[in-house]
């Protein structure tokens, strides 16, 4: 048996990581953006998918990922993973192209290609978002 102050943190502990992902998202726009600016004025800053530029993408992503996890409702979680989904892949691809040394990924200040800074955060954010949604199917009685 769990006492109350126990239950209280556990009843928390999804709105804490709702509150992780929508700051993570943040955090991430804050460097996409300057990239997506930096591509319409100078149209190559970031690879294009088709006549898109992937920068374009991963924003709209992870923009979608920031709403679902601020608005937080079931009926939203599509919205979630539409926006994990293209995110992950496109940078599993651009970090595989990055490993083949094919350069394809914006580079970093300190020169590492951004995509594997995304892969990482996208499938972080993607557990969090998993783990969220398993702790709040999970009845506290049998904690």
Known sequence: MINTTQS???N???RLLRISLAAFSIYVLS???PISITHAHAGNACPMIGPIPACYI???CYAAMGIASLLWAKALNWLFFAGAAPVILLALAGTSMELMGRPTCPMSGTGTPLCFYSLAVGIAMLTIFLVALKMEQRPLASL
């Open 12 to 14: 928390m502990a999804p």
């Open 31 to 33: 460097g996409i953006i």
């Open 58 to 60: 991963v924003s709209i």
């Open 8 to 10: 209280r943190l556990l």
